[in-house]
Every structure is written in C-alpha cells, then in structure tokens.
C-alpha cells in the first residue's frame, strides 16, 4: 500500500510528470542496425583517459572505457564474480603484501604493439604517481583502499602489485580488477592533455570517433578473443535530457537506457519497441553530511544548521524525517530496503533494523539537542547540493528529501548544479552542508563498501573518497587493524559489524536505499542487466529471429 505523502510533494509529482514530452531528436547520429548496438548515457566525459575514472575531470567514463580497455581480473556480476581477463591467474606472497597476476601471451595494443607486464605495472604506477594529479575511482578510491606502493614487472608476463600491508582477498582482487591496463610506449609519448582524447586501447573495441556533445563510436578489434563482441560497432550517445533518451528508445533509436524515470516504464513498454527492467540495484544513495571544518561554506558563511549537523545527535534525529517507504512506492515505482550503514545486503550488520520515519521522534530528538522551532516553525536551515539525474537522484526525489526535513523544521533548500562543479567540489570535501549522493557498491564484500572511508595510514577524514570528511577514530582505527585479521575469518567479521555499529551510531550519511535499478533495453537484442552502474554493450547480441 502507498504511503501517504505531502500534498506539497504530490503537486510536485504531477507538475514533474507532466514536463516529459516524448521529442524525438534529429537523426545526425548513428543508429541501431545489425552491426550496430547503440546506448544512451546521461553525460559526456571530460576524458578518456584510462588513469582518470571518474572524478573532476572525468565524468561518466567508466562505461565506455571499460570496451576499450581491459583490467587483469574484471569484476563480472555485481553479486560476486570476479573473473580472468589479462591475467589468467594469480599467486600472493606469505605476508599477504605482494600480488603476482600471470599474463596471457600474445596480448597486443591498439596499435599493435605486445601488451607485457610492463605495460600492466606503467598502468598502475602512471595512475598513482600524484604529479600526475588524477583523480576518481582509480587514484582516488583503489590507492587509498588498497595501500598501494608499486608495480613491477618480473618478467615479459608476471606483474607484482605491492600493498602496504595484507589485505582481504576478495576485497582487493576487485578493488585490482578496476585498473585500466594500458600500453606504456603510446601512453609516455602523449601529453596528459592528448591522452584524454585519444585512446589507445587493450580492451574488445577501439574507438572510431568522438563527436563533442554527440555520441562516442568504436568499433571491434580483431581477433580480440578474451571476451564476446556481440556487435560490430557501439555507439554511446549522449543524451542528458532523460526524456529525450526514453523518446530515443520508443523509436527505436536508442538499444539500451540505464535509468530511465520510473514513470516511464509504461510508455517504454507499451511502445512494443522495447522492455522496461527493474531490478535491485547496489548502487548506494544517500544524503551526506559535509562535517569538513574548514568548507567554504563553513568558514565564509557560517550558519546555525552548518554548526548543528557537526553534533552527532543531530545526525541521528534527521535520520526519522525520511520516509523512505514513500520516495520509493510513490516516486520510483518500486520496494527498497533502507540501509542501516554504507554496505550493501548480505555483508551488511546482521541485527541492525534501519531507522523508521517517525517525525515525532526526529522533533523530539532535535528539541532534545537544543534546536527548537523558532516563532517562525524553522530550526535552522540548511543548503542541500545535487544534480539533476535519474532514477534514485532524479529532482522529484531530491526534492521529496528536502520536503521531508523541512516537515520537521529543518528548512531545506535543494540546489542543483552541473555535474562538472558538483563532483568538484564533493572531492575537495566542499560540498554542502548536505548533498544528495550516490556510490557504486557491491554484494560480494563489506569492506569493498566500507572503502569509502578508509583508515588513519589511508588519510581518514582526508582521504578523497571519506566525501564528508568523517572524522571517527574507532572506525579508522578499525580499518588500520582488519588487515592483521586476514587469517581469522570469524574476528575480521566481529571487527567490520562493530565498525557498522559506529557509522549507525554516529551517522556521516543520512541513510536511504542501494538502488533500485531501471532499464530500457531493445526487443531487437538478447542482453543481461548489470545490478551495478557498469553496462556491458559487449555481451549483447542480437536475437536469432530478427
């Protein structure tokens, strides 16, 4: 049964719902035929970089560039496989430290040249030297995770990764498989300027052409044998106007959507051109808290909701303003289940229930904390940063969130910038007070999702990813004292529920859902959606009778 919902926010929903025209765009890109796979996605990169994932200046890259190259493990379903791409296998020293990956033979670049463990070691090495001043997933995320020191190449095709200290196999064999593998003559030979734009890959397909604010073509390598090439060409169109992209599909423009509005599922599926999927996604969405000291917005502006959200009382009371039941029902059109931490089912705490919505309690708990309404019912206020997207970070949910918390007093004002200025100023942990977030995650590890916020030898609060500077020491502690615990399965997992524990206890997220998924996929083909934010273009086909 729906939840009730404001009258507020049900005005909201059918003015939003009402602004989603099905217009066609003009047809000066590619389009889907038999040799042709055709995807729509929300944004263009800043680069193509293979070190720069994400991040300031990568934009939404990932997708693409996982075609064009190819990692020594790749993280298959998100539920768990992690399976054999460059490497066939893998060996790891006594101490647990190094990580020795076996190359296949005869691999080869773009442009011909051998790919060798010196090629694999010049990736992960290139990636991590901070004077080349990337960003993202890989420097950002994978460095800091792992511990990493080095890369080195032992011989033609064994590469050695060296970590500070042992780690939890699952959690670093994946957090390994997110390197891009790239060729080191091509990539010395390129300023960091040329290697954004030009790609010389070692994946299944190399790119073709890049149409600034267009699409992205790329086509089959030859002989390319380590994974499927369903399609001769792929084509990444970029279309930022969810509508337009729903549109694009229904006429058979476009083969595959990932989250596409939820209000659109109908009209997909009653096109007879394509299927409206959803499914569990493991993609977490949350409201961070900024308690970053020394933000802008902290030091220039200083307010009473800025201060406020620093108490952890404060953190826990707005946790009861949020009806997640509702934003789900109402908003996305599906069930989800609201998270008690920053992992993911079934790694997640085994005995915490989430926090209800009961607003009652959450104005009790901020009277308690000496934030009373004012004569004018209002708390304090707060600014809450995020992009226009869709699916879980569409506006009509960002907005219901706001509306929620200013139901309790808490005046909250939802500010949507562009993608390039909000994922600035997340990294530089400027972002705030409040933003709408989102980070991949995973079924298979609750450290890998833990790793958001790593430990003290990792920075803790300054470490890139820990996006609300979330400063707690019993969970950087933690983190500096799982790796010693790598043989004693049954202790590592006392220690990761304790450390869950603490992040419920002293929130630095406002937790809402993992999920849930959307999308449109073409009739004309046979392809298996991804629960992760990864789409596969390379394993769809077309089906046998078309």
């Not at 030898?457 to 799982?482: P, Q, R, S």
């Not at 992760?532 to 390379?538: E, K, L, P, S, W």
């Amino acid at each position: 049964m729906n939840k009730r919902i404001p009258l507020l926010l049900s005005l909201l929903l059918i003015v939003v719902l009402g602004l989603v025209p099905l217009i066609s765009t003009a047809q000066s890109v590619p389009t889907p035929d038999e040799d042709t796979l055709v995807i729509a996605i929300n944004g263009e990169p800043g680069s193509l970089d293979p070190s720069q994932v994400g991040g300031s200046t990568g934009g939404s890259n990932f997708r693409i560039m996982m075609h064009t190259f190819a990692t020594l493990y790749e993280l298959g379903q998100a539920s768990g496989a992690i399976d054999p791409y460059l490497a066939h296998s893998f060996t790891v020293s006594e101490d647990g430290t190094e990580w020795t990956f076996h190359m296949h033979e005869g691999l080869t670049c773009d442009d011909g040249e051998p790919l060798t463990a010196e090629d694999a070691a010049y990736s992960f090495n290139r990636m991590a030297d901070p004077a080349n001043g990337f960003t993202g997933n890989s420097a950002g995320f994978v460095v800091a995770s792992t511990g990493f020191i080095e890369a080195r190449a032992d011989s033609e095709l064994d590469v050695t990764i060296v970590a500070q200290k042992p780690q939890n196999r699952a959690m670093r064999l994946g957090l390994y498989s997110e390197i891009l593998i790239h060729c080191k003559d091509s990539y010395e030979a390129m300023s960091l300027e040329e290697a954004a734009r030009n790609v010389v890959g070692s994946g299944p397909y190399s790119l073709t052409e890049w149409v600034p604010g267009e699409y992205i073509s790329m086509h089959a390598v030859e002989g390319f044998g380590l994974r499927p090439q369903g399609f001769d060409e792929i084509v990444w169109r970029f279309i930022p106007e969810p509508s337009t992209a729903v549109a694009e599909v229904i006429t058979g423009n476009v083969d595959i959507y990932k989250e596409f509005p939820a209000n659109q599922a109908d009209a997909i599926s009653n096109s007879g051109m394509a299927e409206a999927r959803f499914f569990p996604g493991t993609t977490r969405t949350y409201i961070g808290f900024n308690l970053n000291p020394d933000a802008p917005f902290r030091v220039n502006t200083p307010s009473l909701g800025a201060d406020a959200i620093m108490e952890t009382d404060v953190r826990v009371a707005l946790q009861y303003a949020i009806d997640t039941d509702a934003i789900c029902e109402n908003l996305l059109l599906t069930t989800c289940e609201r998270a008690t931490s920053l992992v993911n089912a079934p790694n997640n705490h085994p005995t915490l229930e989430p926090y209800p919505y009961d607003p009652a309690k959450a104005e009790e708990l901020l009277d308690a904390a000496g934030y009373p309404r004012g004569d004018d019912g209002v708390r304090f206020s707060l600014e809450m940063k995020s992009r226009r997207l869709s699916g879980a970070m569409a506006p009509e949910v960002v907005l219901a969130t706001a509306q929620m918390l200013s139901d309790i007093g808490v005046q909250t004002e939802a500010i949507f910038q562009e993608s390039g200025d909000w994922v600035a100023e997340l990294i530089t942990h400027d972002l705030g007070p409040l933003y709408f977030g989102r980070t991949g995650g995973s079924e298979w590890s609750a450290q890998y999702d833990m790793a958001d916020i790593p430990g003290h030898a990792a920075g803790c609060e300054e470490a890139e990813t820990n996006y609300t500077h979330w400063k707690n020491d019993f969970w950087c502690t933690g983190w500096d004292t799982l790796p010693s615990l790598t043989g004693d399965p049954e202790a590592e997992r006392e220690l990761e529920i304790a450390m869950l524990e603490e992040f419920y206890r002293d929130p630095p997220w406002l937790m809402l859902f993992a999920g849930p998924r959307t999308e449109a996929v073409s009739n004309r083909i046979e392809y298996q959606s991804r629960a992760d934010y990864f789409i596969t273009g390379y394993a769809a086909v077309l089906k046998e009778d078309m």
